[in-house]
């Protein structure tokens, strides 16, 4: 039996503005009218008053962790009025996750931004140092009792949709050519998005590290980021390609988080990379809701890149799950991904906890159709019923995985 790491951390994990509905004064909210064929996030899943109910159906299960946010955009609704009802309302999470024995894992800013903020320019306007730096001050002043703080979500994909949104407002959208699977649209896979700029990249890793000298002068908290994990593999002669590809993508923010107390492991599906870069998601009956294909392996190859890149930094997969209607999929996908988890343990990785993705069927960016829950929500009343995967999950937790042994791992 594989022995894990003292108080390793079993949960799922979560975004506010996926979740917890009507979030008004964020910059996503409003683009949401703008997007063509997309859905609002209206209610969402109205967790912003239904926090505790879903913390409870967690530690009932047996789960002992819950990654949530902080929105931004409550806290300072406008440049110069902060809400202190806002925090209290924050504070109280954190305090109802400790009462419930779930350590909280709390994310300061997952894609969403102050509406009057992306107007100023955002993450590279002129104004973001300041800015983010009264917005970190601020909210660490109620985290105490918080041991895991993660900055920023997924910077490399944040880059990405700046540039995109940047692309959008300046009228060049046509500079990046959307490649096509088998003559349609890729809509899938990061081969259908433009690669993150690097400049924007590292404009992202300076305010991590200001917030995270922040966070350490006031809070006792372990801070770190979260990366969106692409688990590339080289085809055979194109290595020179992958280290390219690699570097742009995700290496970049894997370098920034060395010398962090961990790093956010975020991972879904996996990639080859040949001569012309990433390899589109061929269609296939096996791939998920959103077109990826099924690599429950990834999250194993994910764990192993991290751990190189990063220099051996603590590693906290803060994501990893499936869009699929069928839980027994859920399950059977997840099975996977703990095996890969607890090789990577067995071959010395320093590996401190398992989130999953997501505990809410919950707003996808755009769409309520890619179904990731270990829940399901009702859209009218707001009924929460879990899946057998949130019974499933607590009993690996509660069995520190040893449940695993008896299913299809061992
Ligand atoms: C993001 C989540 C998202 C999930 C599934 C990650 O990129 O952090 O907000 O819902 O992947 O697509």
């Known amino acids: ?178 490649p096509t699977v088998e003559g349609e649209p890729d809509a899938n896979s990061a081969t259908s998005l433009p690669a993150p700029d690097p400049e924007i990249g590292s404009a992202l890793i300076a305010l991590h590290r200001e917030a995270v000298g922040i966070l350490h002068a006031h809070t006792n908290a372990k801070v770190g980021w979260t990366i969106a994990n692409q688990a590339f593999t080289s085809t055979p002669g194109n290595e020179q390609k992958f280290a390219e590809m690699s570097y742009v993508w995700e290496d970049l923010y894997l370098q920034g988080s060395r010398g962090d107390d961990f790093v956010g492991v975020q991972s879904y599906t996996s990639q080859p990379i040949d001569a012309n870069g990433i390899v589109p998601h061929l269609p296939h009956p096996d791939n998920t809701l959103t077109g990826a294909a099924y690599r429950p392996d990834a999250l194993g190859i994910a764990l192993h890149h991290a751990w190189e890149i990063t220099e051996g930094v603590p590693l906290l997969v803060t994501e990893n799950g499936i869009p699929t209607d069928s839980d027994e999929r859920r399950i059977e996908y997840t099975t996977g991904a703990l095996a890969g988890l607890l090789d990577a343990v067995d071959d010395g990785l320093d590996v401190r906890g398992y989130l999953h993705w997501s505990l809410l069927d919950n707003y996808e960016w755009g769409h309520w159709e890619p179904t990731f829950g270990l829940i399901a929500v009702d859209r009218d009343t707001f009924e929460r019923t879990p899946k057998p995967s949130l019974g499933w999950l607590g009993e690996v937790a509660r069995t520190q995985g040893a449940s695993l042994c008896a299913g299809a791992r061992l």
């Open 1 to 178: 039996m594989i022995e894990l790491a003292e108080g390793f951390l079993w949960g799922a994990s979560t975004a506010p503005h996926q979740i917890e509905g009507n979030n008004l004064n964020s910059d996503f909210w409003r683009l949401e009218g703008r997007m063509p064929g997309s859905s609002y996030s209206g209610d969402a899943c109205d967790s912003y008053h239904r926090y505790r109910e879903d913390m409870q159906l967690m530690a009932d299960a047996g789960l002992n962790a819950y990654r949530f946010g902080i929105e931004w955009a409550r806290i300072q609704p406008r440049p110069d009025l902060w809400s202190n009802a806002e925090l209290a309302h924050y504070r109280r999470m954190i305090e109802t996750a400790l009462e419930l024995g779930l350590t909280p894992v709390v994310t300061l800013q997952h894609f969403t931004l102050p509406a009057w903020f992306a107007d100023e320019g955002g993450i590279t306007g002129p104004t973001a140092p300041d800015r983010w730096r009264a917005y970190i001050e601020r909210v660490s002043t109620i985290l105490d009792g918080v041991e895991w703080v993660v900055t920023i979500n997924e910077p490399n994909m944040f880059a990405m949709m700046t540039g995109l949104a940047q692309m959008i407002t300046s009228g060049n959208l046509d500079e990046w050519v959307s």
